[in-house]
T-cell receptor, first 113, second 114 residues
Framework: DAKTTQPPSMDCAEGRAANLPCNHSTISGNEYVYWYRQIHSQGPQYIIHGLKNNETNEMASLIITEDRKSSTLILPHATLRDTAVYYCIVRRGRRSNDYKLSFGAGTTVTVRA | GAVVSQHPSWVICKSGTSVKIECRSLDFQATTMFWYRQFPKQSLMLMATSNEGSKATYEQGVEKDKFLINHASLTLSTLTVTSAHPEDSSFYIC??????????FGEGSRLTVL
């Protein structure tokens, strides 16, 4: 699977949008971009995923650049409960024989009141 | 979203004993489950891929005889840490593949070996 690069940490203000960048310059055509987050001492929580189009759900929006070499996760109105480690992962499609999820270091996001 | 449940959520055991952790997909069938381990302040490390009805595939460096994985049904996978030692103390997390491709994670099981 392609490697990803994320900033190790970032702070954001409660109520503001949080924009989390991720670089995946070696992503291949059949690899998706997934975002998960992990709140302290819990299992990871799925946020969103996409292939090449921008995606939005009730939790977040995912913006993928046209060349697919980077993406941004947007939390539209950050709350204190969004404080977590956010992982950007690229992963082959489920029709692939190898669709395991490998985690990098992630970005520790701290939302401040 | 889909629910994956782990049991126990925490366990303390004596060195040399074996501990079994269960992972269940509660509202969907999972032909594939994954087991991860996470040490404090570190990321999740994939240990093995568990396929229903067949042997698990272990990642490099993970001892298959120490970490026994059984995936006997489409909703249950178990991880048994055999002859546990203090260095096996960790947070063990399972995940299950849903029908739409997403991986759903359990709440994790914290193992402390005395």
């Amino acid at each position: 699977d392609a490697k990803t690069t994320q900033p190790p940490s970032m702070d954001c203000a409660e109520g503001r949008a949080a924009n989390l960048p991720c670089n995946h310059s070696t992503i291949s055509g059949n690899e998706y971009v997934y975002w998960y987050r992990q709140i302290h001492s819990q299992g990871p929580q799925y946020i969103i995923h996409g292939l090449k189009n921008n995606e939005t759900n009730e939790m977040a929006s995912l913006i993928i650049t046209e060349d697919r070499k980077s993406s941004t996760l947007i939390l539209p109105h950050a709350t204190l409960r969004d404080t977590a480690v956010y992982y950007c992962i690229v992963r082959r499609g489920r029709r692939s024989n190898d669709y395991k999820l490998s985690f990098g270091a992630g970005t520790t996001v701290t939302v401040r009141a | 979203g889909a629910v994956v449940s782990q049991h126990p959520s925490w366990v303390i055991c004596k060195s040399g004993t074996s501990v079994k952790i269960e992972c269940r997909s509660l509202d969907f069938q999972a032909t594939t489950m994954f087991w991860y381990r996470q040490f404090p302040k570190q990321s999740l490390m994939l240990m093995a891929t568990s396929n229903e009805g067949s042997k698990a595939t272990y990642e490099q460096g993970v001892e298959k005889d120490k970490f026994l994985i059984n995936h006997a049904s489409l909703t249950l996978s178990t991880l048994t840490v055999t002859s546990a030692h203090p260095e096996d103390s960790s947070f063990y997390i399972c995940s299950a593949q849903g029908g739409t491709g997403e991986l759903f994670f359990g709440e994790g099981s914290r193992l402390t070996v005395l």
